[in-house]
Every structure is written in structure tokens, then in C-alpha cells.
């Protein structure tokens, strides 16, 4: 919302907010300008498979 608010731009929200990567709050605007809310709620999916499990 920050960013929608042009309270600044990615890498200075990312520091204001203290994350690490501004790629992680481009990420989470794209996905709240596709999704509105719901592109913002973590998923409790795993999508990580260890390579063994297939093998």
C-alpha cells in the first residue's frame, strides 16, 4: 500500500521496512495490483520437492 500511497519506491520502502531485497517488494506489488489482498496471503502449499522423492 505504501508504494500505491507513492510513499516511495521499491528500495526505499524495502528500506524503510527493513527488507533485504527490493525484488521481494516488486514482487509483492505486482501481486497485489493482480490479486488486491489475496495475492498478499501466504500460501501453507509446499512447493519444494527434495529431488529423492522421485528417484
Known amino acids: ?3 500505491e500511497n ?3 519506491g521499491y528500495e526505499s520502502l ?3 521496512y527493513g527488507i533485504p531485497s527490493l525484488t521481494t517488494v516488486k514482487t ?5 495490483k493482480e ?3 489475496d495475492g498478499l ?3 501453507r ?3 519444494s520437492y527434495p529431488f ?3 528417484h
Open 1 to 3: 500500500m505504501a508504494y
Open 6 to 8: 507513492q510513499e516511495g
Open 14 to 16: 524495502a528500506k524503510k
Open 28 to 32: 509483492w506489488h505486482k501481486s497485489y
Open 35 to 37: 490479486f488486491a489482498d
Open 41 to 43: 496471503v501466504r500460501s
Open 45 to 47: 502449499e509446499n512447493k
Open 52 to 54: 529423492d522423492r522421485y
